[in-house]
């Protein structure tokens, strides 16, 4: 199975770093499997990070990650964050986050500490304290099959029912026309 180039957009970089572990399901599937990763991921969601990231704050990330991905699994159930989860996020949203400075040319650049990577825990954490605290009933499990990802469903009649329709609306689709096709088939 190869590996996507781009990362996956939910629209919602919470969401997104939960979709950085894929098929939890079926094959678990590591999208951060390095350093590079990490940095090439922050990057792309417009976290800058510098100097080298080392494998203590890869595994920062992936630990963290799997908290999100268990505070939105509970809340797409419809059920309460237990205290340690709540903590845990807390505590990421109280590091110390990127300060915005404007430049010679007037343009916007985020400082921070040492690598970066807490200041982008800590924006991925006040992006998912945001979304938890929406409570608008529009964070769900994708149906796709196989599929585990969490997804915000920020379309206007609130109905969506996969993470990506081009991706699992497709499988659905795919597969109740391969069932009827067998169907049609059967009764020949
Ligand atoms: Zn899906």
Redesign the pocket.
């Known amino acids: 199975m190869g590996l996507p180039s781009a990362p996956l957009r939910s629209g919602r970089l919470s969401i997104d770093l939960t979709w950085t572990l894929r098929f939890r399901n079926v094959k678990p599937t590591e999208m951060l499997r390095t350093p590079n990763d990490l940095r090439a991921w922050s990057t792309s969601h417009g976290l800058p990070t510098s100097g080298r990231l080392n494998d203590h704050e890869l595994e920062q990330f992936r630990e963290f990650r799997e908290v999100l991905f268990g505070a939105f699994t509970r809340a797409a159930d419809g059920l309460a964050l237990p205290a340690a989860q709540r903590r845990l996020l807390n505590a990421a949203a109280a590091l110390p986050p990127y300060r915005p400075a404007l430049t010679r040319t007037n343009t916007i650049i985020l400082e921070h500490d040492g690598s970066g990577v807490v200041a982008a825990l800590n924006a991925i954490a006040r992006d998912a304290l945001e979304l938890l605290a929406l409570q608008d009933g529009r964070l769900r499990r994708?149906?796709?099959p196989k599929?585990a990802?969490i997804?915000h469903d920020e379309s206007r009649p609130g109905t969506r029912r996969?993470?990506?329709t081009a991706?699992?609306g497709n499988r659905v689709n795919t597969h109740t026309y391969r069932q009827r096709r067998t169907i049609r088939t059967d009764e020949a």
């Open positions: 994708c149906e796709g599929c990802l997804f996969w993470c990506d991706r699992c």
